[in-house]
Structure formats: structure tokens, C-alpha cells
């Protein structure tokens, strides 16, 4: 009998279902935050100049986005998979906050500080075997990185789901100040003043350097 469902992991929607290729992976496999990004994780570019108000122009300039704001992201999320409280530590703001309000699981609602966001998290390593959040793509908005992802977890009774949903990541002073969950990847972008349209428009299609 599979398990009885509870809380998803840190990062996943709702409609996680068995995965045959979570199955075929490695087990405790996750990225070695070392590691360069793979071939298929390259940078987007996307329009993000400002208008006189402050808010994003989808008319200003394209401009390529922050490596170092990836870099933190994709460390934050490698010590995440890895279970590593004390780099988590180093990477997040003291007062990080993270929404998952728009959870449909147990655990939705507004978590703030790192002693309540990593409580949170320890919930979900409670009932996970293992867990590797993986990235599809990374998408610099200004002090955002907007990350559409899939959520590989194995329970506690062997049993392998898969999830996917957007995170978006807001930065400060080089570290990570909130994280928030979406379940679609164009709400997401709405709320850091993109479309997924602008986003496509906005992909360099060579590799940046």
C-alpha cells in the first residue's frame, strides 16, 4: 500500500505522483554545489531595465543577469538537498523568509527567521528518505531569481514521487531574504513583473560565457 500522503517537500506542488525516472536515480544523488552548472542549466537574459517609476520596463535594456545572485541560489539549494543547516545558514538573511502559503499541504502559510524556516524544513527531512530539488532553469529578475523546478523525494516506506513548482528567490546583500512558492512558473514571473512571453523573447540562444 503506498504511503499516506503528508507534507511536500520544501519547493513542491501539489500532484505529486511515482516517477519511474525517480526511481532510476541514484540514490541520495545531489549536486555537487562545487560543480559547474550543467549544459542544460544555462543563464537567460530578459529585459530588466527601469522606468522612471522604479518599476521593470519590458522596453529598457537587455542585460545578463547576475551570476553571483545564481551562485547563491544554486548553493542554497545544493546545502538544501544535502541537509546542510550550517551552509543554509551562511547563504540566508537572519530574518529569510519563506511563503508557501500557496501550498495546499499541512504546512502552507508564512514562515519567518531561520530557526522557524529551518523547523519547516526539518519537517519535511522527517518524512523523507531523501529529497533532491532539482533546477530547470534559472531566471534573473533584477534582485530575483525565478526557479521552476522538479522535487524528487523518497518516503519513508520506499515509495518515489515527483513534484514540480516555481520558487522565487529575492536577494539582499548577497544572500537569500525570501523565498517563495508558486505553483505556476507564469504566476511566478507576474509577481516579479515578467510574462513568460518576455521571458522567451528575452532567452540568449548561445550560452553566455
Not at 529529497?131 to 525565478?146: C, K, M, Q
Amino acid at each position: 500500500m503506498p504511503e499516506a500522503p503528508g507534507p511536500r517537500a520544501f519547493g513542491t506542488a501539489a500532484g505529486s505522483s511515482p516517477s519511474p525516472e525517480a526511481s532510476r536515480r541514484p540514490n541520495g544523488s545531489v549536486p555537487d554545489p562545487d560543480s559547474p552548472l550543467p549544459a542544460h542549466l544555462e543563464y537567460k537574459r530578459v529585459q530588466v531595465g527601469r522606468s522612471a517609476t522604479g518599476n521593470l520596463d519590458r522596453t529598457g535594456y537587455w542585460a545578463t543577469m547576475s551570476q553571483q545572485n545564481v551562485e547563491v541560489v544554486r548553493r542554497g539549494i545544493a546545502a538544501y538537498n544535502r541537509r546542510d543547516f550550517d551552509a543554509l545558514r551562511a547563504l540566508n538573511h537572519p530574518e529569510i523568509e519563506v511563503d508557501y502559503s500557496a501550498s495546499r499541504g499541512v504546512e502552507a502559510g508564512i514562515y519567518r527567521g531561520q530557526e522557524e524556516v529551518f523547523r519547516l524544513y526539518q519537517q519535511f527531512f522527517d518524512l523523507f528518505e531523501r529529497i533532491s530539488l532539482e533546477p530547470d532553469r534559472f531566471i534573473d529578475a533584477g534582485d530575483s531569481v525565478v526557479v521552476p523546478n522538479s522535487a524528487y523525494m523518497r518516503g519513508r516506506h520506499g515509495v518515489d514521487t515527483v513534484a514540480r513548482s516555481t520558487l522565487v528567490f529575492e536577494l539582499r546583500g548577497g544572500r537569500v531574504a525570501r523565498i517563495c512558492l508558486y505553483q505556476e512558473t507564469d504566476e511566478a514571473l507576474e509577481a516579479v513583473g515578467l510574462s513568460e512571453t518576455d521571458h522567451r523573447k528575452g532567452e540568449n540562444p548561445e550560452p553566455l560565457a
